[in-house]
């Protein structure tokens, strides 16, 4: 199976920062990663797909890359209300598999 | 928009069958891939697996053995079957949108499922 490894499972930081969380795929799929924010007690909520495309309605401080098998979510200018777990999640086949996940704190 | 509710029982003995239903309001279930997926408390995310309108299923190999998604398009209803359940069962249960290309771009707001005798 191909695993997600994400990193780090938790960072702080305060508003206005840049965040970078990082997922590395155990094989080359693609550019078929997605990116999920989940604020306590809610759904996740979709933010990036095929690695850089910001999901409708998703604000530009969001943005995805890829680099080979690695894939990186940046914040950049960080918000209140984007305190939250982040996890990434590879699309390329089923059954489908997400990363550990990133808890962004204060 | 896309609406997504998750209901049934919250409370499940161990070896019993947890049941869910998921009702979409806003599309009908004959477009895309409808998903369970699962969270037990404070950890991350499972895939369960999806349903097709037509029936076709594709399930998680770690629960296959105990799992069957089936549909009802005149209802615009889908429902999860775990059967044998223990207390690793317990968790946040998702139905979601699975826009066929494995992004789950809608979610319900999940429910609470806890395996206890």
């Known amino acids: 199976d191909i695993q997600m490894t994400q990193s780090p499972s938790s960072v702080s930081a305060s508003v206005g920062d840049r965040v970078t969380i990082t997922c590395r795929a155990s094989?080359?799929?693609?550019?078929?990663v997605a990116w999920y924010q989940q604020e306590p007690g809610k759904a996740p909520k979709l933010l990036i797909y095929?690695?850089?495309n910001l999901q409708s309605g998703v604000p530009s401080r969001f943005s995805g890359l890829r680099s080979g098998t690695d894939f990186t979510l940046t914040i950049t200018s960080l918000q209140p209300e984007d305190f939250a777990t982040y996890y990434c999640?590879?699309?390329?086949?089923?059954?489908?598999?997400f990363g550990g996940g990133t808890k962004v704190e204060i | 928009q896309v609406q997504l509710q998750e209901s049934g029982p919250g409370l499940v003995k161990p070896s019993e069958t947890l049941s869910l239903t998921c009702t979409v309001s806003?599309?009908?279930?004959?477009?895309?891939?409808w998903t369970w997926i699962r969270q037990p408390p404070g950890k991350g995310l499972e895939w369960i697996g999806y349903?097709?309108?037509?029936?076709?299923?594709k399930y998680n190999p770690s629960l296959q053995s105990r799992v069957t998604i089936s549909v009802d398009t005149s209802k615009n209803q889908f429902s999860l079957n775990l059967k044998s359940v223990t207390a690793a069962d317990t968790a946040v249960y998702y139905c979601?949108?699975?826009?066929?290309?494995?992004?789950?771009?809608?979610w319900g707001q999940g429910t609470l499922v806890t395996v206890s005798s």
């Open positions: 999640q590879r699309t390329n086949s089923y059954p489908l598999t």
């Open positions: 979601a949108r699975d826009n066929s290309f494995g992004m789950i771009d809608h």
């Open positions: 094989q080359n799929i693609g550019a078929w």
């Open positions: 806003g599309d009908s279930i004959t477009n895309y891939y």
């Open positions: 095929a690695a850089s």
């Open positions: 349903i097709y309108y037509s029936g076709s299923t």
